[in-house]
């Protein structure tokens, strides 16, 4: 991946930085909406997941957003399936940014070992990964565990280069120079002056890999190739668009809409808040 | 330069391996799929001495090792091997969907291409003016919706609610009428929605590019003195700063046709358009090995050989490349 610097001043001297701010605050306050309804599902939930009521019921009083084909409640399958998509995207984000990041620092300050990680990188980089997900799930029916390992596997070395890259911009900056003079260890170094400066380019970099991971995820659960007990917004979506009779009805408003709407929100939400990050951090890639 | 080829290899040897083990990793074989689970509703009934002849017959019983050669020896004669749930040559299956897969995402990529240059160019020289951001949010807006959803919305509304257009499919199958034109028309007409699905999912990237790479040369001293000379515009940016502009975008393009397969699987699903995406989910539920093993493979060559081209184009555009390889 390129990062190739841009210049920002027009849009600086101009009023349009202050427009992406406000846009990416809209987005960074939906995140923490998603993210807290996730965090509260079991509390905000009007039944248990995996209660059954009258099948096809349009939205009442006692369910808001009626239920699906086997009578589940759709507004509970939406809360937990927030709570499974939003955990996949963040858990498999966390690792594959601690494990790029680590790879990047240490193929940034050590020459030969950096040059062996970096062409691991890139044969995984050239592996196309949607197609080979879809293969992998076809045959595997993966679990979990399974499909964060292969998020994890293909994500990472998108974050070693980006950190890797930031790495080298900085190492032969004249601070470095001086605390290595002040006597300062490899490890210290590193710590406390190389990894701050990988922080945004990581961020950039855990934006785009939430976003990466949720539209995957619900790619395939939509194909229906996921783990059909894995409750997630995109089985709900696949589950309605099954259905024979829910576009001829209006089932469709409240049993396919809402699911897909969370995914759009959300991957708006992510666009919204990686261009104030790109903006501030005035890299584009 | 051949050091860019031996990984390409390398990556080839890797996928061709994966795409050998994956199959035979995973539980249950096909047999047991034709014949139902012991423990389902239906078990079709099979004395384990059937059951050994089938496993001999499609060769199933050899060695790993064995198998795996001869896997790789019958890809070297072209033979992709035989499709156990369609019944017929994979090559043949493929070549019957392939074609309806490169149609829509060639038309698709034929919009959006030129589309996007001139969208990102025109947001980049506007970017001062609200034009320019309003350009690139809309294009980031509408291509943040999921392919899947958005194909969804587009057949509720435009073909459920208005019948503007047919709910899925690449032709009418029932139809009085006949000729050339009118099948062309039906062909354009089924294509439409799934195609501008395809469109606004790419544009942002492109849009992106262009975008940055034009700002990028904005302040260079040619294009000052082409305004200098008093040109008007338009004649500034296709003449002077788009030829500038289109170094990474040419090396993009080509990586993006590589994705013209994978990239509308999902599409196809939706539209229930008869493309190789389709066939991945029908090959996938019914776990049928040469076949999916076929898609997949002819998938990822064109991924990396377009990948190469992109490389090889590279160097060749851009001779300050050829130094750093």
């Known amino acids: 991946m390129n990062v190739r610097p841009v210049t920002i001043s027009a849009a600086h001297r101009t009023g349009i930085h202050t427009g992406v701010s406000r846009?990416?605050?809209?987005?960074?306050?939906?995140?923490?909406?998603?993210?807290?309804?996730?965090?509260?599902?079991?509390?905000?939930?009007?039944?248990?997941?995996?209660?059954?009521?009258?099948?096809?019921?349009?939205?009442?009083?006692?369910?808001?957003?009626?239920?699906?084909?086997?009578?589940?409640?759709?507004?509970?399958?939406?809360?937990?399936?927030?709570?499974?998509?939003?955990?996949?995207?963040?858990?498999?984000?966390?690792?594959?940014?601690?494990?790029?990041?680590?790879?990047?620092?240490?193929?940034?300050?050590?020459?030969?070992?950096?040059?062996?990680?970096?062409?691991?990188?890139?044969?995984?980089?050239?592996?196309?990964?949607?197609?080979?997900?879809?293969?992998?799930?076809?045959?595997?029916?993966?679990?979990?565990?399974t499909l964060v390992l292969f998020f994890v596997i293909f994500g990472w070395p998108r974050a070693a280069r980006m950190v890797r890259a930031q790495v080298l911009s900085e190492r032969h900056r004249a601070y470095i120079g001086a605390a290595k003079a002040l006597g300062a260890s490899h490890t210290r170094i590193i710590v406390?002056?190389?990894?701050?400066?990988?922080?945004?380019?990581?961020?950039?970099?855990?934006?785009?890999?939430?976003?990466?991971?949720?539209?995957?995820?619900?790619?395939?659960?939509?194909?229906?190739?996921?783990?059909?007990?894995?409750?997630?917004?995109?089985?709900?979506?696949?589950?309605?668009?099954?259905?024979?009779?829910?576009?001829?009805?209006?089932?469709?408003?409240?049993?396919?809409?809402?699911?897909?709407?969370c995914i759009t929100l959300v991957i708006l939400a992510l666009t919204a808040i990686s261009f104030a990050l790109l903006d501030n951090a005035a890299f584009v890639s | 330069m051949s050091y860019r080829i031996a990984q390409y290899l390398f990556i080839i040897i890797v996928l061709l391996t994966l795409n050998f083990f994956l199959p035979r990793m995973m539980p249950g074989d096909p047999i047991s799929y034709l014949v139902g689970d012991p423990g389902a509703d239906a078990p079709l009934l099979m004395t384990e001495e059937m059951r050994q002849n089938l496993l001999r017959y499609y060769e199933l019983d050899r060695p790993l090792g064995e198998q795996f050669q001869r896997y790789l020896s019958n890809l070297l004669r072209g033979e992709l091997g035989w499709s156990i749930s369609q019944n017929a040559p994979v090559a043949q299956v493929i070549l019957g969907r392939l074609r309806w897969s490169l149609l829509l995402g060639g038309c698709a990529a034929a919009i959006y291409v030129p589309l996007g240059i001139v969208l990102g160019a025109v947001a980049a020289w506007h970017s001062t003016t609200p034009a320019g951001p309003a350009i690139l949010g809309s294009v980031f807006f509408l291509g943040s919706w999921p392919s899947y959803f958005l194909g969804m919305?587009?057949?509720?509304?435009?073909?459920?609610?208005?019948?503007?257009?047919?709910?899925?499919?690449?032709?009418?199958?029932?139809?009085?009428?006949?000729?050339?034109?009118?099948?062309?028309?039906?062909?354009?007409?089924?294509?439409?929605?799934?195609?501008?699905?395809?469109?606004?999912?790419?544009?942002?990237?492109?849009?992106?590019?262009?975008?940055?790479?034009?700002?990028?040369?904005?302040?260079?001293?040619?294009?000052?003195?082409?305004?200098?000379?008093?040109?008007?515009?338009?004649?500034?940016?296709?003449?002077?700063?788009?030829?500038?502009?289109?170094?990474?975008?040419?090396?993009?393009?080509?990586?993006?046709?590589?994705?013209?397969?994978?990239?509308?699987?999902?599409?196809?699903?939706?539209?229930?358009?008869?493309?190789?995406?389709?066939?991945?989910t029908t090959a996938g539920i019914a776990r049928d090995y040469p076949l999916l093993q076929g898609i997949f493979l002819i998938i990822m060559l064109l991924i990396v050989g377009f990948n190469l081209l992109a490389d090889l184009l590279y160097t060749r555009l851009d001779p300050r490349v050829r130094a750093t390889l």
């Open chain 1, 23 to 145: 846009v990416s605050l809209a987005g960074l306050i939906v995140m923490s909406t998603f993210g807290l309804l996730a965090l509260l599902a079991p509390f905000l939930a009007p039944t248990a997941p995996n209660t059954l009521s009258a099948p096809l019921q349009p939205p009442g009083s006692a369910h808001r957003l009626g239920t699906d084909d086997i009578g589940r409640d759709v507004l509970t399958q939406l809360l937990y399936g927030a709570r499974t998509s939003l955990f996949i995207a963040a858990l498999s984000t966390l690792l594959s940014s601690l494990l790029g990041l680590l790879v990047g620092l240490i193929a940034g300050v050590f020459d030969r070992l950096g040059f062996v990680l970096l062409r691991v990188a890139d044969i995984f980089l050239a592996i196309p990964r949607f197609p080979l997900i879809i293969l992998m799930a076809a045959f595997l029916r993966p679990g979990l565990p």
């Open chain 2, 153 to 280: 919305l587009f057949i509720v509304f435009l073909s459920l609610k208005l019948g503007l257009f047919p709910i899925g499919g690449a032709t009418s199958t029932l139809s009085a009428r006949s000729g050339v034109l009118w099948s062309l028309v039906d062909v354009i007409h089924h294509g439409a929605l799934p195609c501008a699905t395809l469109v606004l999912g790419n544009l942002p990237g492109i849009v992106l590019l262009v975008h940055n790479s034009t700002m990028g040369l904005l302040g260079h001293d040619f294009v000052r003195a082409a305004k200098a000379k008093g040109l008007r515009q338009r004649r500034v940016l296709i003449k002077h700063v788009l030829p500038n502009a289109m170094l990474p975008l040419v090396t993009m393009i080509a990586m993006r046709l590589g994705f013209l397969v994978a990239g509308s699987v999902t599409v196809e699903v939706v539209f229930a358009y008869p493309g190789m995406g389709a066939l991945i």
């Open chain 1, 192 to 261: 406390r002056h190389l990894l701050p400066g990988t922080l945004p380019i990581l961020t950039v970099f855990a934006v785009m890999e939430v976003q990466h991971v949720i539209l995957a995820e619900s790619g395939l659960s939509f194909l229906g190739l996921g783990d059909p007990t894995i409750r997630s917004w995109g089985l709900l979506l696949s589950n309605a668009f099954r259905f024979p009779t829910t576009f001829i009805t209006d089932q469709w408003v409240w049993w396919a809409l809402p699911p897909g709407l």
